[in-house]
């Protein structure tokens, strides 16, 4: 297997050289600053315990990968930007290539689908960081992260285990996993936090605004009958696995969206976070004022440049409680 990684941001750039650092096949597809500083000196990739220049093959769009049979594309980009990546594809790539999603959300698995007839989902539990062109932090050590990997919509087939088996022979812990969207469910609700830390400041990611989005995401899933995976369940299978330190004597600062603000991103991903909330929320005649509201806000401060924390948990409660 040779597997291309398209999208070498913080998840993708850490799992590209982590398969490359144990001997596999590896091209990664990274575009503007941050491509070209891979191209011309390496991908630099820190962690608790080492700092190394992964001399991993990276171009800048699918045309210009001689593709093969035995290619695994993964799919490591933020969500919004899977479709421009999926069109990118079609055409260039056989229709039954594995298409493996390793992103956050779930709606890019059903998008793969409609042009590919082989698509797995992974559900990341990896805490990386990217900020700067060229390099990449893995914040967990020495297990990089989780990713378990099943077929979409559900099932597993030999290159579910065989990926399974490369993942941990790279630093991860990875399994088989049969029904792997009810576990990426259980993410999502996770990550409605994220747009508050890139809002509000990690500090309030634990607070009142996180219970309220987390609730809504609930009934949310609940009345379109779409089942989760229990926090009971997502904690076992965390275990003592991840374990964050410094790097270089600094904690990671945020998340993927309070990244994406730091970098000065003018899109973020919650659009397929809160929003997905929100859209199984109008569907199913759920309310959800505080996704919409974060859903909103996020995008909002994202277009404005703004720098992570710029409002305070109040001015969002304020705002709810206006409306």
């Not at 809504?216 to 779409?226: F, N, P, R």
């Not at 003018?266 to 919409?292: A, F, K, M, S």
């Amino acid at each position: 297997m040779r597997f291309v990684v398209y999208g070498a941001g913080g998840i993708g750039g850490v799992l590209g050289a982590r398969l490359f650092e144990h001997g596999h096949d590896v091209v990664l597809i990274a575009r503007g600053a941050h491509g070209d500083a891979i191209r011309q000196r390496g991908l630099v990739v820190e962690s608790p315990d080492a700092t190394v220049t992964v001399p991993v093959d990276c171009v800048a769009t699918p045309t210009q990968i001689a593709w093969r049979d035995g290619d695994v594309v993964l799919l490591t980009m933020k969500s919004q930007d899977t479709a421009g990546a999926l069109e990118a594809l079609v055409g260039r790539v056989g229709p039954q290539t594995p298409i493996v999603c390793a992103q956050n959300g779930v709606a890019n698995e059903r998008a793969a689908l409609r042009l590919f007839a082989n698509v797995y989902g992974v559900c990341v539990m990896c805490p990386t960081t990217y900020l700067k062109a060229g390099v990449v932090q893995a914040n967990s050590a020495p297990t990089t992260g989780i990713m378990d990997i099943g077929r979409y919509p559900s099932g597993v087939d030999q290159l579910t285990v065989d990926v399974a088996r490369v993942f941990s022979e790279s630093t991860y812990v990875s399994e088989p996993h049969p029904d792997i969207m009810r576990a990426k469910y259980q993410k999502l609700l996770m990550n409605l936090g994220n747009s508050i830390e890139a809002t509000c400041g990690r500090s309030s990611r634990g607070g009142v605004l996180a219970s309220r989005a987390k609730a809504e995401g609930v009934a949310a899933l609940t009345a379109a009958g779409i089942d989760f995976a229990t926090d009971e369940e997502d904690a076992a299978r965390r275990g003592d696995h991840l374990q964050m330190r410094p790097i270089r004597g600094a904690h990671r600062g945020g998340g993927s969206t309070w990244q994406s603000f730091a970098r000065g991103s003018r899109t973020v991903e919650t659009d397929y976070l809160n929003g997905e909330i929100v859209l199984l929320g109008r569907q199913h005649g759920v309310p959800t004022p505080v996704n919409e509201l974060l859903q909103r806000l996020a995008r909002e401060l994202a277009l404005a440049g703004a720098e992570p924390g710029s409002m305070s948990a109040e001015e969002v409660v304020a705002r709810l409680e206006r409306a």
